[in-house]
């Protein structure tokens, strides 16, 4: 962000709120939530077409969190009361729905704006206000900016040398087709095994004619241990929902539990 003494006059005439909120993933979406509750006008500007941050634009075949349930939801008991997820890790379509869900109990969208990207922000010290431009040449003012972007927000695309004379189809996961992709019968190349590649090789192994891994670097991938979760079990799970998010507050990565002090090397296999 940077700052200049005047802007210039036709952004005078900008829509005006207390605050200007970016992204409408998890942060998003609860300061929005929570800066209206204090009385402030708020809007919230998201460059995709629906709620969700990360779980908008991440929809390729096997993406799903890697938290557990409840681990991966808001803790107010108005939102996780009368919700039930399917999978103790919940595919990014129903993360979707359960977007929709907070959506509908928090009427969030009404100060939404869709489809719009934020591109920069400028600081009018003559109004005290910030200037949050549009890729669309639109602006707001805000007398406070929140930036809730997250660290994914930019997809990261290798150099390959070579890649601009590829004539098949080719996708990154961070900008999947929101319509799917069939990959059934394919010749399938992955490039990378981080967390992304991994869930994607074992989808489109699956239906793939030949599938071809590219990695530069052996990782460490672990069973997820995924289970069906049926309304009577949580039922039961929600009895200790408020110890488990008040240990999720204590714990430094946000889960219910601590981590070890153990390094990895401590540990025999």
């Not at 929709?100 to 600081?123: M, P, W």
């Not at 530069?216 to 079990?233: G, N």
Request: proline letters at 4%.
């Amino acid at each position: 962000m940077k700052t200049q003494p005047t802007v210039p006059p036709e952004i005078h005439a900008a829509e005006e709120v207390d605050v200007v909120v970016v992204g409408a993933g998890f942060t998003g979406l609860y300061q929005l939530h929570r800066l209206r509750q204090l009385g402030f006008s708020v809007r919230l500007l998201e460059a995709g077409a629906d709620l969700g941050g990360i779980w908008y634009w991440n929809c390729y075949p096997g993406a799903r969190v890697d938290t557990h349930v409840p681990m991966y939801e808001f803790s107010s008991e108005d939102l996780w009361r009368d919700w039930t997820w399917t999978e103790r890790f919940p595919a990014w379509d129903e993360l979707r729905r359960y977007f929709h869900y907070v959506d509908q109990k928090l009427d969030l969208s009404r100060d939404i704006r869709f489809n719009t990207r934020v591109e920069g922000a400028e600081f009018d010290r003559d109004r005290n206000q910030w200037v949050v431009s549009i890729l669309d040449g639109g602006a707001v003012r805000a007398r406070f900016l929140v930036l809730c972007t997250g660290f994914a927000a930019k997809p990261y695309i290798p150099d390959i040398a070579g890649l601009e004379r590829f004539e098949g189809v080719k996708h990154h996961t961070a900008w999947w087709p929101q319509d799917g992709l069939d990959m059934t019968d394919k010749r399938v190349g992955v490039i990378g095994t981080g967390a992304s590649g991994v869930q994607v090789v074992q989808e489109a192994a699956r239906v793939a004619a030949q599938l071809t891994v590219f990695q530069r670097t052996p990782i460490l991938a672990l069973a997820m241990q995924q289970c069906s979760l049926d309304e009577a079990t949580q039922r039961d799970m929600k009895r200790d929902y408020p110890a488990r998010f008040a240990r999720r507050r204590e714990s430094f990565g946000g889960f219910d539990f601590h981590a070890s002090g153990k390094s990895a090397l401590e540990v025999s296999p």
